[in-house]
């Protein structure tokens, strides 16, 4: 293993092992071409000869089956060669889900629906990312599932979300975001509020596994759904409650044995239940770079990145137009409640927000619900502003919004939990 700061040379990769590289450094850039052979970062071929670029925050592995040669460039942190690698099992485990698809395709049925599931920081959104970039390369249409509120990729934190997957990530950006399904949440752990959070996860599961049924391709080709880091006590219920709800046909458990006997006990028997090894490529985070990472995501949202920069927009909302509400109202104890309703149910009530000062910082997300009689967990979400002055003697709020137009006559804005200190400008 050898480490480097400034780089400018060739790599090269024998057969299924990978070059690892790290870049912790502001400004910092690194460039890496495919000079022979084939390569690919997390299931997505690398195009030869082409120039790919990576900045700060990247944690990058390129493996090769066959062997290459790779020519990088540029200032990191880390940056080493392993042999050592799981690449072999979790392409044994694509093969395995092929064959679920090939046999849904012949008798019309669902392709395989399966949870990866796992402690923080074993790698379950980079095996989600690989797995659905080796269904895509081999023509399959499967939908991405993330149900990670903390950590998530698809939409911004507090909101659980789903695409449909066409086309490999982009080496350096990822799955392309296009149309995705986002159910707002407003918490950045379950624990915010475990009640609305299984809800909102059967909305999501029994929209997605309908909308199976649309698209023969889709059909077939199965949902892969990523799962929350938080996997002991209620984090470990809401992970056998998102298997009841997705009717899971397998689910593949990194690193982590105990959860692994656990699933195996309590899952009905004709559920698989795979134990994967983590990478030792992934990297840990602190809680720290947990809150960056959250933060570099909403500003992402508003902002957009280097190569795709946004320009958003501030305006002023007057406290009587913001129809602001929460999901979630304090505990009543059973005898208080309405007769026929119980104390959990109000962990689901949408109930109105009075503006304040407090509102500062926060994310609002605007709803396609138009008023509160409609079912507001299970509608699709229109977009997030972020509150960046509250004014008490105007009454009125500045909202950071990526559309240029105030909001919409009916608009119906979800408190969040989430805060974004824009200090962009
Ligand atoms: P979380 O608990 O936050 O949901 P996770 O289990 O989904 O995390 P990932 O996000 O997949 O973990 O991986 C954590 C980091 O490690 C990512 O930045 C990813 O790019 C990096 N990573 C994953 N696999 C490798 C590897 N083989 N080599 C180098 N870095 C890797």
């Not at 509120?149 to 911004?156: C, D, M, Y």
Request: overall charge neutral; proline content about 5%; some cysteine.
């Amino acid at each position: 293993m050898s480490e480097d700061n400034n780089n400018d040379r060739e790599y090269i990769l024998d057969a299924d092992s990978e070059l690892r590289f790290e870049i912790e450094q502001k400004d910092a850039k690194v460039f890496v071409t495919l000079i022979s052979g084939f390569a690919e970062l997390f299931g997505t071929e690398l195009v030869k000869k082409k120039k790919y670029e990576f900045g700060i925050g990247a944690k990058v592995a390129i493996f090769t089956y066959q062997g290459c040669v790779l020519q990088v460039t540029g200032k990191m942190d880390v940056c080493y060669i392993s042999k050592e690698t799981p690449m072999i099992q979790y392409m044994n485990c694509h093969a395995a889900l092929e064959q679920f698809r090939t046999d849904a395709e012949e008798h019309d049925k669902r392709g395989p629906v399966i949870l990866v599931v796992g402690p923080m920081d074993v790698g379950k959104s980079t095996l989600c990312r690989i797995l659905l970039n080796y269904a895509v390369r081999v023509g399959r249409r499967p939908l991405y599932a993330d149900l990670d509120v903390g950590q998530g990729a698809i939409s911004i934190p507090g909101n659980i979300a789903t695409i449909l997957i066409e086309r490999p990530a982009s080496v350096e950006e990822g799955f392309a975001k296009t149309a995705p399904l986002v159910y707002h949440f407003g918490h950045k752990s379950p624990s915010g509020n475990s009640v609305l959070y299984n809800a909102v996860v059967s909305k999501m599961a029994e929209v997605t596994l309908q909308s199976l049924d649309a698209n023969k391709r889709t059909k077939s080709s199965g949902i892969i759904v990523n799962t929350c880091g938080w996997v002991k006590g209620y984090g470990y219920k809401h992970l056998l409650h998102a298997a009841r709800a997705y009717r899971a046909r397998a689910i593949f458990v990194l690193d982590q044995e105990r959860l692994y006997n656990d699933l195996l006990r309590d899952v009905p028997s004709n559920v698989h239940v795979v134990l994967l090894p983590k990478s030792g490529g992934v990297v840990e985070r602190t809680k720290e770079l947990r809150h960056e990472s959250r933060e570099q995501r909403i500003k992402e949202y508003f902002y957009g990145n280097m190569r795709t920069p946004f320009y958003p927009f501030s305006f002023e909302v007057k406290f009587q137009d913001l129809r602001l509400y929460k999901i979630g109202a304090p505990p009543l104890p059973d005898s208080c409640m309405p007769i026929g309703m119980k104390a959990e149910d109000n962990k689901k009530k949408v109930v109105a927000v009075t503006p304040t000062s407090s509102l500062l910082h926060h994310i609002l997300t605007l709803s396609f619900a138009e008023s509160t009689d409609e079912n507001v967990i299970g509608t699709n979400v229109a977009g997030f502003c972020c509150v960046t002055e509250v004014d008490m003697e105007r009454q009125s709020v500045m909202l950071l919004s990526p559309q240029p137009r105030p909001l919409p006559p009916n608009a119906l804005l979800l408190w969040s939990e989430l805060q974004f200190m824009d200090n962009h400008a």
